[in-house]
């Protein structure tokens, strides 16, 4: 049967690849492999502001297990044809399941979707790839397990392996996923199955709980990389509080920022406050309520502060809104409400309990976000600008108030010169904050696509001039952003890659790393 | 084939339904087999779309509210109902993204997305075969 084609691998004739994907199909089966370019559309790209043509794949496979990832390892390195793979690919604003590299075949893992344990003693689970954060809730609830994770905010369709390895963030006391990620499997570009940790020993009982094993710890090297298929990993889940109070705290003014960091420091590091907090600018909260851009802004330019003051005024909405929760019994967190009332008094900010939110759209999916539950509340965002693009820009700032004040105010300047609004939020991890600034544009507007790329572009460079790096990073700036963390470290990813993959099969590309 | 199509600017009410029919028609590879037609039931105009679209293949649009179109659970309902047919939904960026990812999830795939301009409101309509 004569194929519909356009894109092929670069370097690859078509005869070759007609080959391979006959092989692909003899393992993993006819209907799971995909030429047909109608049928490519769910690995497309949506939010990178470049060409479709850029990040355009050739066919999808989707093997089922470890054992058919191995033979296609064998038959991408025969070929020398590069696989990309993806878990469930909805890392939307960082570029979705769309290759880094023009012709790359998406490797899905979909169908690898088993929750292959959950021990609620030790509260821990083991899950593959295609695992969502639905999945293992809905899990949890019909076993009336009363364990929570913590997921990202568009939960209910991404998955706890792709997020992790990608180092995502989330909202409860486990929301630095990685951190509380133990063991790994791997399936190296040389078909070899690595398990990292205790999970190296036959018959070893500890895989999820102990996360070192013996020697260099080697977990790190498969997040953010492309050194290998990650299709199995461990996760601490939290056991579910007795008492859960969650709560924001909104504040009048930009400037607050300073205070609102410096009072909320000692608390999170202390661990008053136990969960990743949330300081989400005016501008994050309003499409959630949701607010219409186009009533108090219409035409060209980013809109006046003048006009998100009124914005404030009129939904009640904070300059900047504190989301965080007291997660413990009754007792502590009484006694820690006392602190936390203390300190809202003492910085000018206005606490809104959980009773009191009752009817906020925007309110109501921060309060389940903290306690693990999957929503997709947050999607509002793409209704602020009109066009529906997003790429997320994501630098890294000290928790210190001056720091994040001065990246607020570069980036706000930054962003009105392309006529982009300032659409912003601060992750306080402990001693760090991820700075989360959503650039929407119109993703159906060619000249705003142009402008989104010069913005971010000038964004990356103006902060990494400061000596700001980015946490994580769309597809389509991933070799940009590597460069900014210099060429030493790019030299030894460049020779692990070589040890690891030598015909660059895996990803190439991916986060800048390539031979 | 191109994979999208961006119609921009101010449309007349007259046109609202017409032209996206027959984009999304031939585009769905519809005119065959049946269609699901889903509109979110509180934007007017995109009710004025999806009318002319599912009047053009004599079916009933579903008219669903904003709250169930931004529900992992509900968005999954729909797609169960709409079966092996095509699907036209005409929506707001956010659950048209919601909307298509879920779907996405579960093997479909995207064959017409429209983005449409009418005043200050920003509509999308698309066709998925599920």
């Known amino acids: 049967m004569k194929e519909q084609r356009k894109v092929l691998p670069k370097g690859i004739?078509?005869?070759?690849?007609?080959?391979?994907?006959?092989?692909?199909?003899?393992?993993?089966?006819?209907e799971h492999v995909i030429v047909e370019e109608d049928k490519l559309a769910p690995y497309r790209k949506i939010m990178m502001p470049v060409p479709d043509e850029q990040h355009e794949l050739s066919a999808s496979v989707m093997p089922d297990g470890v054992e058919e990832i191995q033979r296609v390892m064998k038959v991408a390195n025969k070929y020398r044809i590069p696989v990309y793979p993806?878990?469930?690919?909805?890392?939307?604003?960082?570029?979705?399941?769309?290759?880094?590299?023009?012709?790359?075949?998406?490797?899905?893992?979909?169908?690898?979707?088993?929750?292959?344990?959950?021990?609620?003693?030790?509260?821990?689970?083991?899950?593959e790839p295609g695992v969502t954060y639905q999945q293992l809730y809905d899990y949890l609830q019909e076993h009336k397990l009363p364990l929570w994770f913590s997921c990202p905010a568009p939960s209910a369709i991404a998955g706890p392996v792709g997020n992790m390895v990608d180092r995502g963030v989330g909202y409860t006391p486990y929301g630095e996923h990685f951190l509380f990620s133990c063991g790994m499997e791997v399936v190296l570009a040389d078909g070899q199955v690595l398990r990292t940790g205790m999970g190296a020993m036959e018959n070893s009982n500890t895989w999820q709980v102990f996360k070192w094993g013996y020697g260099p710890t080697l977990d790190g090297i498969f997040t953010q990389s492309n050194f290998g298929v990650v299709t199995k990993m461990g996760m601490w889940l939290m056991p579910a509080p007795p008492d859960f109070r969650p709560f924001c705290i909104q504040y009048p003014n930009e400037t607050d920022i300073t205070k609102i960091v410096e009072a909320l420091r000692p608390l999170r590091i202390a661990m008053v406050i136990p969960n990743a907090v949330v300081i989400a600018h005016t501008l994050w909260e309003a499409p959630c309520k949701p607010v219409k851009r186009a009533d108090y802004h219409t035409g060209p330019g980013a809109i006046s502060d003048e006009a998100v003051k009124k914005i404030q005024k009129d939904h009640d909405i904070g300059a900047w809104n504190v989301y965080a929760g007291l997660y413990g019994t009754k007792e502590t967190n009484d006694a820690n409400w006392k602190i936390i009332e203390a300190v809202a008094a003492g910085t000018g900010g206005k606490i809104i309990t959980q009773e009191a939110s009752k009817g906020s759209k925007a309110l109501e999916y921060r309060f389940d976000?903290?306690?693990?539950?999957?929503?997709?509340?947050?999607?509002?965002?793409?209704?602020?600008?009109?066009?529906?693009?997003?790429?997320?820009?994501?630098?890294?700032?000290?928790?210190?108030?001056?720091?994040?004040?001065?990246?607020?105010?570069?980036?706000?300047?930054?962003?009105?010169?392309?006529?982009?609004?300032?659409?912003?939020?601060?992750?306080?991890?402990?001693?760090?904050?991820?700075?989360?600034?959503?650039?929407?544009y119109d993703r159906s507007n060619p000249e705003q696509m142009q402008k989104a790329y010069a913005c971010y572009d000038e964004l990356?460079?103006?902060?990494?001039?400061?000596?700001?790096?980015?946490?994580?990073?769309?597809?389509?700036?991933?070799?940009?952003v590597a460069a900014t963390y210099g060429p030493v470290k790019r030299d030894v990813e460049k020779r692990l890659k070589r040890a690891l993959d030598p015909n660059n099969i895996i990803a190439p590309g991916r986060c800048g790393i390539s031979l | 084939m191109d994979r999208r199509i961006f119609l921009k600017g101010l449309m007349g009410s007259g046109a609202l339904g017409l032209l996206p029919v027959a984009a999304f028609a031939r585009q769905a590879g519809a005119g065959e087999g049946a269609v699901t037609v889903v509109v979110q039931a509180d934007l007017p105009r995109a009710q004025a779309l999806a009318v002319g679209m599912a009047d053009a293949r004599g079916v009933t649009p579903l008219f669903v509210g904003p709250d169930e179109l931004?529900?992992?659970?509900?968005?999954?309902?729909?797609?169960?109902?709409?079966?092996?047919?095509?699907l036209i939904g005409v929506m707001d960026d956010a659950a048209a993204v919601i909307f298509q990812q879920i779907a996405a999830s579960r093997g479909a795939g995207l064959v017409a997305h429209t983005q449409h301009r009418i005043g200050t409101e920003s509509l999308v309509s698309f066709a998925i075969n599920t």
């Open chain 1, 460 to 480: 990356l460079h103006t902060f990494a001039k400061e000596g700001y790096g980015m946490y994580r990073a769309n597809t389509a700036f991933a070799e940009k």
């Open chain 1, 369 to 440: 976000l903290m306690k693990g539950k999957p929503n997709l509340g947050e999607f509002g965002l793409y209704n602020w600008r009109g066009g529906g693009g997003s790429i997320w820009f994501a630098p890294v700032s000290q928790a210190k108030g001056a720091e994040t004040l001065k990246q607020m105010q570069m980036a706000k300047t930054i962003l009105a010169k392309y006529g982009f609004d300032y659409v912003g939020e601060f992750i306080v991890g402990w001693r760090d904050m991820h700075h989360v600034i959503d650039l929407l």
């Open chain 1, 13 to 30: 004739s078509a005869a070759d690849f007609d080959k391979a994907v006959r092989e692909l199909r003899a393992i993993v089966g006819d």
């Open chain 2, 70 to 86: 931004g529900s992992y659970g509900a968005v999954s309902a729909l797609l169960d109902r709409a079966g092996r047919t095509s």
């Open chain 1, 86 to 127: 993806v878990s469930t690919g909805k890392n939307l604003g960082y570029g979705s399941a769309a290759p880094v590299q023009r012709g790359q075949i998406v490797m899905d893992l979909r169908r690898m979707n088993r929750i292959i344990e959950v021990d609620a003693e030790l509260c821990t689970a083991l899950v």
